[in-house]
């Protein structure tokens, strides 16, 4: 049966390899993704925090109340459009924001765009730690968004331009490592602060933010930019001593010049936008939107936006509820560890399928453990035991994602498109992923008031659909280099029909081959 499996090996071996410059410049550009996982963890922790919910959704603290006395559903007591907005809002700026940095990328270079994105993020850190309305805590976090907007557009583009073809996913990978990190540490900052006396402690969680946005600023201060960039800005020398020193060689005549030829296809592009919607950059268009779209329908972020909040929905104690949310935090670093770790050995292939499975078995088994003891009507408790057992497959649960699909939506999409629709290609990534982003942290609470248990199966149904995408039509990458890239569309057994014998370079050697 044809699947997506057919793969092109024909990839040039440069000269080169890995040095100490990149891999230094590689976790620099990487803390980027420290910005993103530190709010991702801090809104769930903080939207627990019953001195936050008083001052600034006392509604929600009134139904938990009612929760204790039977009054109200357990699946419903977080359920506020408000209380949401505070965490979906960011997600809505950063769609926005995205398609700006993708213009600021494309003409003044990846290092800008992470330094703007640094700088935005510190401003709306600031506003949120001493925010006393609601106006202005929506409106930090509007700017927060708009830095991670920028951030995500440009860090993996630059990790990926950076990295040697045989290291590329490791090193882009370094991205999601920083984001697991920023999670980690978010909900060791909850953990703390939530024991602060005086009621402030939500106040310290969100101010904290600052410190990885003054990182990212500092650091983006003394990045260089990637020679695909510098060449894409009209320095053809500047980009080949650019080249040189991060390959550790002088002789990158083969690379540069495979550089110069996609350089100047890209420079023919005039509308990026216009060209990706071309038959030509369909399986780039379809990839860039598709992965972002899966990934957020895998349900991660209902457990690590609202970790907190759902474990104590499920009857977890609140110390017992940030504990818990550390502990899936540990586990999610660690198997982004693994991923790292494998990706350029086993590919993007197996890492995504293997990951898919585990992630059904998990939501279908956590499902059915909530629908027995809390039933239709949310009432009932979890033991000891039973709650270990629920914390145990969730964390199985986010292992899976941390070594698949966490780190894979970001590489696959800034890996695949040639450079005359890079930029474009990684905005509609990041905005796709902002929207949807945007859709599940602004309805989880509602439809989890609503679906009950059975929003685990939503989400299990949504990863079968997508392991089966990626079975058919999702080919391997690994080793192949960036400028390279068209071979594997082009011996696909679907895509290579929209692939012109043109588009691939150095089709004249080509040594592909593809089995089905």
């Not at 938990?64 to 209380?83: I, Q, R």
């Amino acid at each position: 049966m044809a699947g997506g499996a057919f793969v092109a090996q024909g990839g040039r071996n440069y000269e080169g390899g890995i040095t100490v410059f990149v891999a230094v410049t590689c976790v620099v550009a990487a803390m980027g993704g420290l910005i993103f996982g530190y709010d991702i963890g801090i809104s769930g922790g903080v939207t627990s925090m019953e001195q936050f919910l008083a001052k600034f959704f006392p509604s929600v603290l009134v139904k938990m109340k009612n929760v204790e006395t039977g009054e109200e559903n357990a699946y419903c007591k977080f359920n506020s459009h408000l209380l949401t907005l505070f965490t979906s809002s960011l997600y809505l700026a950063a769609l926005v924001a995205s398609f700006f940095a993708s213009t600021i990328t494309r003409r003044f270079g990846r290092k800008p765009t992470m330094f703007m994105g640094g700088l935005v993020f510190l401003l709306g850190a600031i506003l949120n730690g001493i925010a006393q309305s609601t106006l202005l805590l929506i409106i930090g976090r509007l700017l927060l968004g708009v830095g991670v907007g920028f951030a995500n557009q440009s860090v993996p583009v630059y990790l990926s331009e950076m990295a040697p073809a045989k290291l590329r996913g490791a090193l882009n990978m370094g991205f999601q490592m920083a984001i697991t990190i920023g999670i980690l540490a978010a909900n060791l900052v909850n953990y703390g602060t939530a024991k602060i006396k005086g009621g402030y402690g939500w106040r310290v969680s969100l101010a904290l933010a600052g410190i990885p946005a003054v990182m990212i600023t500092v650091g983006a201060l003394f990045l260089p930019d990637t020679p695909n960039s510098i060449l894409e800005r009209g320095n053809p020398e500047k980009a080949k001593k650019m080249l040189q020193r991060i390959r550790g060689t002088d002789n990158v005549h083969e690379e540069f010049q495979d550089l110069l030829e996609a350089s100047e296809a890209a420079k023919k592009v005039e509308h990026p936008w216009r060209n990706i919607l071309q038959p030509r950059y369909r399986p780039q268009l379809v990839i860039c939107s598709f992965i972002p779209f899966f990934q957020q329908l895998t349900g991660i972020n209902v457990i690590m936006f609202y970790a907190p909040v759902l474990f104590l929905t499920l009857g977890f104690k609140d110390d017992a509820s940030l504990m818990s949310a550390v502990i899936t935090g540990v586990v999610n670093v660690a198997a982004t560890l693994v991923s790292i770790l494998t990706v350029d050995k086993f590919g993007r292939r197996i890492l995504f399928l293997e990951g898919g499975i585990q992630m059904i078995a998990c939501q279908i088994a956590v499902g059915v453990m909530i629908g027995l003891k809390f039933g239709i009507h949310g009432v009932g408790t979890l033991t000891n035991t039973e709650a270990n057992l629920v914390l145990f497959m969730i964390c199985a649960y986010v292992a899976a994602f941390a070594w698949s699909w966490g780190p894979l939506g970001w590489l696959v999409p800034s890996e695949i498109c040639p450079l005359e629709i890079r930029s474009a290609g990684q905005a509609i990534n990041v905005s796709v992923n902002m929207f949807f982003t945007f859709i599940i942290a602004q309805g989880f609470l509602a439809m989890l008031c609503n679906m009950k248990f059975g929003l685990f199966f939503f989400f299990a149904g949504f990863v079968l659909i997508m392991t089966v995408f990626v079975a058919f039509f999702v080919p391997e990458t690994k080793n192949v280099p960036i400028e390279e890239m068209n071979r594997v569309w082009k011996a696909h057994w679907f895509w290579g029909k929209y692939i012109p014998d043109d588009a691939v370079i150095g089709s004249g050697d080509d040594k592909s081959t593809g089995s089905v």
